[in-house]
């Protein structure tokens, strides 16, 4: 007897995925909310410093984001926005502790869960533990155990792919469920801004906008060829996301091995001072990632990309593991330094921390640390 496998095949490579995308709402303030119920239905915003000096917040409740206090911002800025706005102190041993508990929830349905923060995941659900089908019902069961276990809400985003599932759990938050079938991906990515496809950057953007590419409809008139022409390799990858095309796999077992920032300028920097604010800015961003994921790192590298596209790296070890501001940037500058500077025009700074092991945040005298320094 023959066995027809063809049919088979193409039935494995036509079927469809199922994505949830869930990312927790107000992550670190909610949980300060829940713990402490002062808190509950006031501005807070966790990381920021009470004197308003020097400290920035790692996120806002949603009444503080009311009056426009976002992540990353100053505490000064903070301030003068709300009057009242609460800073928190930031408890990563408490986070990280909720984060394993979230994913031991994701863990009765799948085994596919790729983490992307302490508060955010990608699961594939295409064939589920508990054999219930569909995916917008274990979003909903996901958002219903995280609510009666662990008292926090959580938005997800269901579709066929990371992309768009990760797009649709920010379309409805808090506490939201969006679901985008494939019959409604083409439209939803002609509507969708260029700086939201995943891989545009500032700079990339900014180059679209000028060639009066502003949507997902004006990107979708360039042929594959002239994408990659304008943007380079990524062109090929936008050429397929625009058309809701993401093939990228939730990959279960993906550490993160380093934690990293760049900045690609709109002209080559020349001026040493330019270098350092350039400097200053990615420090800060790096920091924020370190944040988010509670790591340190052993080893910093700073990478330099001149104006003739050659690449070099510098890196520097630590004998345990680093996280604050001040040692990233100061180190960051200092390796600047060590590389021949002179009649060098800088068109990228990147800085990265690796060599993780397992050093987490978990010690209070961690987060001590990072209050020391205005956090
Ligand atoms: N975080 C941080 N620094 C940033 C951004 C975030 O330390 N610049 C931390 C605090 C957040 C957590 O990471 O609580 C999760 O990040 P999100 O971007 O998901 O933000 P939130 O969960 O706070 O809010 P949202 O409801 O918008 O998801
Ligand atoms: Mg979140």
């Given at each position: 007897m023959r066995i027809d496998t063809t049919q088979y095949s193409m039935e494995?490579?036509?079927?469809?995925?199922?994505?949830?995308?869930?990312?927790?709402?107000?992550?670190y303030a909610s949980i300060e909310q829940r713990d402490n119920p002062q808190y509950k239905g006031k501005p807070i915003a966790v990381g920021g410093s009470p004197e308003g000096r020097g400290g920035v917040v790692a996120t806002a409740s949603y009444e503080a984001r009311k009056f426009g206090i976002r992540s990353a911002m100053s505490s000064k800025q903070a301030l003068q926005l709300c009057a009242d706005v609460i800073f928190v102190r930031p408890r990563f041993e408490v986070y990280k502790e909720v984060s394993q508990r979230i994913r031991a929830i994701f863990q009765r349905y799948t085994d596919l869960i790729e983490p992307l923060s302490l508060d955010e995941a990608f699961l594939d659900v295409s064939e589920d533990k508990q054999h219930i089908g569909s995916a917008i019902e274990i979003a909903r069961?996901?958002?219903?155990?995280?609510?009666?276990e662990l008292q926090l809400t959580a938005s997800a985003g269901v579709s066929i792919n990371k992309f768009v599932a990760k797009i649709a759990s920010d379309m409805d938050k808090p506490d939201g469920l969006t679901f985008i079938g494939p019959s409604r991906i083409g439209a939803f990515m002609e509507s969708l801004v260029v700086e939201k496809f995943f891989g545009v950057g500032k700079v990339t953007a900014a180059k679209m906008k000028k060639m009066g590419l502003f949507t997902g409809a004006d990107l979708k008139k360039l042929t594959e060829a002239e994408l990659t022409k304008?943007?380079?390799?990524?062109?090929?990858?936008?050429?397929?996301?625009?058309?809701?095309?993401?093939?990228?796999?939730?990959?279960p077992h993906r550490e993160t091995k380093s934690i990293s920032a760049e900045d690609t300028f709109p002209y080559d920097l020349k001026?040493?001072?330019?270098?350092?604010e350039a400097l200053d800015k990615i420090a800060a961003i790096v920091h924020d990632r370190l944040f988010r994921h509670g790591l340190k790192g052993r080893t910093i590298t700073l990478k330099i990309k001149y104006h003739d596209f050659k690449q070099v790296t510098r890196s520097q070890s630590f004998s345990s593991g680093v996280s604050d501001l001040e040692t990233i940037t100061a180190t960051?500058?200092?390796?600047?330094?060590?590389?021949?500077?002179?009649?060098?025009?800088?068109?990228?700074?990147?800085?990265?921390?690796?060599?993780?092991?397992?050093?987490?945040?978990?010690?209070?005298?961690?987060v001590s640390d990072q209050l020391a320094l205005g956090l």
């Open positions: 494995k490579v036509n079927k469809q995925r199922k994505i949830i995308h869930i990312d927790m709402d107000a992550f069961l996901i958002k219903q155990a995280i609510k009666d304008h943007f380079g390799k990524p062109g090929k990858f936008y050429y397929k996301i625009v058309r809701g095309i993401d093939d990228r796999e939730v990959q001026e040493l001072d330019e270098m350092y960051a500058k200092k390796l600047m330094e060590a590389t021949d500077l002179e009649d060098k025009k800088i068109r990228l700074l990147g800085i990265s921390l690796s060599n993780f092991g397992d050093v987490m945040v978990k010690k209070s005298k961690d």
